[in-house]
């Protein structure tokens, strides 16, 4: 089923903790991407990485961290420094060719 | 860097009927454009792209144009059909002549098709 996964599916989190979104993809791609999904606002990208070992901000970078040290993964933190961390969150990886998408992660802030 | 404007933010017509959405881009060494369709509670797939050497790409019901002068590129769906009903996203990026990895996928912010039977 595309041959990328996201876990959990659905994450619960208090104020002021941090939380990592995992997402790990067996399809040998090297580029990796962490997108943001509000209603209305379409997909925003929040970090991505071309290679492992080194990876970039996006627009929305601000609160968020992340890792590349193995090919297959890409962990997305979020901080308690996001001030609105409530979404749904798509990892997605790619060749020159197309983006495959996981299945997502909700997160709520309760 | 890039940006891509996607309209309209949503769009009904009734089953049969063509729709279309436009989307623009800012970047002139942008060369690959998908199209993407997101299905309630699922993921985002991959519906049509063209790259920037063809004017027009067609797969049965659904057709892209692309216009480089005017930096700006349509989806089109005929008969359309309640199936169709998702949120549709185009995106933009300068990947598909780099060498090595994808250059960066930026996304318009959507567009919810409704098709009324």
């Known amino acids: 089923d595309g041959g990328i996964t996201q876990s959990p599916k659905y994450l619960f989190r208090k104020e002021g903790q941090n939380v990592t979104l995992s997402c790990e993809q067996n399809l040998n791609h090297d580029a990796m991407y962490w997108y943001r999904q509000d209603p209305g606002q379409g997909l925003r990208l929040i970090y991505y990485s071309q290679i492992v070992n080194d990876f970039q901000k996006g627009d929305i970078a601000e609160g968020y961290s992340v890792s590349r040290e193995k090919k297959e993964s890409f962990p997305l933190t979020v901080t308690s420094a996001q001030k609105n961390p409530t979404a749904f969150y798509l990892c997605?990886?790619?060749?020159?060719?197309?983006?495959?998408f996981g299945q997502g992660t909700r997160l709520t802030v309760v | 860097g890039e940006n891509v404007e996607q309209h309209p933010s949503t769009l009904s017509v009734q089953e049969g009927d063509s729709a279309v959405i436009k989307c623009t881009y800012s970047d002139s060494a942008s060369n690959y454009f998908p199209w993407y369709k997101q299905e309630l509670g699922k993921r985002p797939q991959l519906i049509i792209d063209?790259?920037?050497?063809?004017g027009e790409k067609k797969d049965q019901r659904i057709a892209v144009t692309l216009n480089k002068t005017a930096k700006h590129f349509s989806l089109h769906i005929t008969e359309t059909q309640p199936e169709d009903s998702a949120v549709y996203f185009c995106a933009a990026s300068r990947g598909a002549n780099y060498g090595g990895s994808q250059g960066n996928l930026i996304f318009g912010k959507g567009t919810k098709l409704s098709v009324k039977p």
């Open positions: 997605a990886s790619s060749t020159r060719q197309e983006a495959f």
């Open positions: 063209i790259r920037s050497n063809v």
